[in-house]
């Protein structure tokens, strides 16, 4: 066994074999995998396998069309041939017409990936595959590239090609523990001896947080029991003359394809029960848990009714293994949070199907620092430290109850709420708010009119549009407040705080006491990783001279990691998050300078305050920091206070507020107004994709500047010229707002991907931002938006559309 390589990858299912493999195909050899046993000796040996081309997202999209193209690759190889049954086709079913807006959305969505879907009605449903009923059937989505493999030989076949490339795979072999040195390199410990290694790959399976607590880190993934039974020959199967398509049910929770003359059909019961919570067994090695039919009895029944040819059949074999869940149902696949030289693959629910494309998107971050895609959607470092076991096995819970039902937009499911609260989540529940969910924290979305107000949850505008736009309204005629919580926050300190923020970011940086700035930062391909709000805050009473770096909630960990990666040992700088310690309220329109000037002593005039200026204060008698910044393109105050004196604050505005006609107002409203303001959120058009030029954020570049990371890479680029080109449109629609993901065509070909999209209400527009062809990128061009099935005509306007020469903004 080595003694010392670049990688070792832990766990030998098809997350550790499709890293390894990948590794190799990326340039680096010199990589060993560890198994505690024999390859797929985990969930991989019990997996259905099956290899679907349905993603919610481009990114899972992309990823499981790469596994696709690898799985034929490798079915034809005639020196490691993989059975791979491709092409079965599957049938997704819906029977409510929001189900089947959402497949015709998915089908615009994928089409921007080269993957064509097709919307079926009941009766095509039903031709294509005939063992099924039509009754409570509207349609369903069918995907032509779906199919199964063998678990065991695509793994083998992995590890095979891997091994001729340069790997190693050491079986039999557990890994006892891991030790991490000061210069961030790692020795794994086995019980057949030590391995030194530059890098560590988690990819345990559900042994998963064995091997993080070993690293000291726990991630949050659930193993769940999940039934399946194969049944013995149908007549039918053998009439049809051809392999049945898979099947997916959201109606009756359960999932069949075909098994030899028979059927595999698996249940994602209402009555389901996690695994493991408590540790796993050192010996549960290629073994399985009890039968328990009795758990899926009501599962299936429905499925009996769907597919009658199953109650005249015999049961051969019943399975119940474990297999993993995030707490979001989404894989964990990318950097740990917190860790140099750490990388994890763990909470493949889907492991099979996609496990190609994830090792494929993990190894090009570990060799070049990113992917060909942005990989938020599965980044690790998405979730913060709230994710405990018990809040896990809730979300687990919750996503295998809804297996195959997807979340509507603005759904928010009940498992876990609560997760992280401010002192006014409880008042600002009395007053009616219906909260949303951001990286853990409650934060209030829309005001209801009263507590039994409910919206109907869909693809078109809500019940909700006149609540909000009345919102709106408030905060361009008179004034309006918001709770925004868990708003990134970080401290820096230290002489070298300025240059190293300098280097970090690819435009200006402010120096000058009590002001704030916009600023972008960039990975090392030149390509957008974070935004973020500068703030130069004085020294006083409440501490040193300090930098405020603000961003996105949900950047927490993102943005810590990247700051503190970059951090050079001969600096003084030191970094220090507030995140969890302060609470944003935001005063918003013409009458928000008068609610603050009634409330502090400070003088808040346009000249002794204006527009992108900080200030210490207080509002009330709660200390606060108060920027003038805005996110509605209204006259706005960020006001920044301690919790413990959030209330008192709250109060202090309302009471001042009420003589001015003060509403609250809540995250949809907000989202309405940055988008006719030309304000771009973190992940949904700020992607590392693109880069900044290609954002339209060249007015926040500075290539005068000495260096500062992604430079090079930025300015080769720019010569090349753009590839995209970020615009914004206006829909003509008046029904549904455009989602992200949404394919902008001109006849039959894909000129451009929508990012984001809502109603305009002081415009009234319907909007939407678009990554297109540059071709495709001037004022008043004409193009069609493929939106819930129609082909919707946009034009392509200027993106800041409200108020253009800011004068609402500055007062």
Known sequence: MKSQTRVVVIGGGIAGCSTLYHLTQEGWSDVVLVERGELTSGTTWHSAAQVTNFGMNQTMVGLKTHSINLYKELRDDPEYPVGYNHGDGGIRLANTEAQMDGYRHFTSMARGMGVEYEVLDAAECARRHPLISTDNLLGGLWDAEDGHIDPAQLCGALSYRARKAGAEVYRNTAVTSLTQHKDDSWTVHTDKGDIACDIVVNAGGYRVNEVGAMMGVHHPVMSMEHQYFITEDIPAIAEAGHRIPLLRCPISDYYSRQEKGGLLVGFYEQDCKTWGMDGVDPNFVNALCPDDLDRVMDVLEGAFARMPALTEVGIKTIVNGPITYTIDGAPLVGPIPNKRNAFCIIGLRAGLGEGGGHGWLLA????????????????????????????????????????????????????????????????????????????????????????????????????????????????????????????????????????????????????????????????????????????????????????????????????????????????????????????????????????????????????????????????????????????????????????????????????????????????????????????????????????????????????????????????????????????????????????????????????????????????????????????????????????????????????????????????
């Open 364 to 811: 090009q971050q570990i060799v070049h620092g990113e992917a060909c895609y942005d990989t938020w959607c599965i980044d690790p470092r998405r979730f913060a430290g709230h994710t405990n076991v018990e809040l896990t096995a809730l979300k687990a819970i919750e996503d295998y109850q809804n297996e195959f039902r997807f979340h509507f937009p603005n759904e928010h499911r009940p498992a876990g709420r609560m997760a992280k609260t401010t002192p006014l989540t409880p008042v600002l529940a009395a007053e009616n708010a219906e909260f949303t969910v951001v990286n853990g924290w409650e934060r209030a979305e829309f005001f209801k009119p009263n507590a039994d107000f409910h919206v109907t949850h869909g693809f078109g505008f809500d019940e909700s549009f006149d609540i909000v736009g009345a919102e709106v309204a408030a905060v361009q005629n008179a004034v309006g407040l918001t709770e925004v919580n868990g708003f990134n926050r970080f401290e820096i300190t230290g002489s070298d705080a300025q240059d190293f923020l300098d280097r970090m970011i690819c435009g200006r940086v402010p120096r000058k006491d009590g002001r704030v700035g916009l600023a972008y930062l960039l990975n090392e391909h030149g390509m957008l990783k974070s935004e973020a709000t500068i703030a130069i805050i004085p020294a006083s009473d409440r501490g040193p001279a300090r930098i405020w770096y603000g961003s996105a909630a949900a950047s927490e960990l993102h943005d810590m990691d990247w700051l503190q990666a970059h951090l050079r040992s001969d600096e003084n700088v030191h970094v220090r998050s507030l995140t969890n310690d302060q609470t944003i309220l935001v005063i918003a329109g013409p009458k928000a300078r008068e609610v603050l000037q009634a409330v502090s002593r400070a003088d808040w005039s346009k000249a002794a305050f204006p527009w992108l200026s900080v200030r210490e204060c207080f509002i009330g008698i709660a200390p606060a920091t108060v920027m003038a910044v805005s996110f509605s393109g209204e006259l706005a105050y960020e006001i920044h206070v301690p919790n413990a004196s959030l209330y008192s604050a709250y109060l202090s505005l309302r009471e001042a507020g009420g003589v001015h006609g003060m509403k609250l107002f809540g995250a949809l409203a907000v989202e309405s107004m940055r988008l006719e303001k030309g304000y771009l959120h973190w992940k949904a058009d700020i992607l590392t994709e693109f880069d900044p030029f290609e954002t339209g954020l060249d007015r926040f570049v500075n290539l005068d500047k000495p260096d500062f990371i992604g430079k090079a890479a930025l300015e080769k680029r720019r010569a090349a010229g753009l590839q995209k080109r970020l615009v914004t449109l206006s829909v003509d629609s008046t029904s549904a707002p455009t989602y992200g993901g949404a394919s902008l065509m001109d006849g039959e070909r894909v000129v451009g991907t929508v990012c984001s999209g809502g109603w305009g209400y002081r415009t009234g527009l319907n909007l939407a931002y678009a990554f297109v062809d540059p071709a495709y990128a001037p004022i008043g061009t004409r193009v069609l938006i493929d939106a819930l099935g129609l082909m919707v005509h946009a034009e392509v306007i200027d993106a800041n559309l409200y108020d253009p020469q800011y004068r609402r903004v500055k007062g």
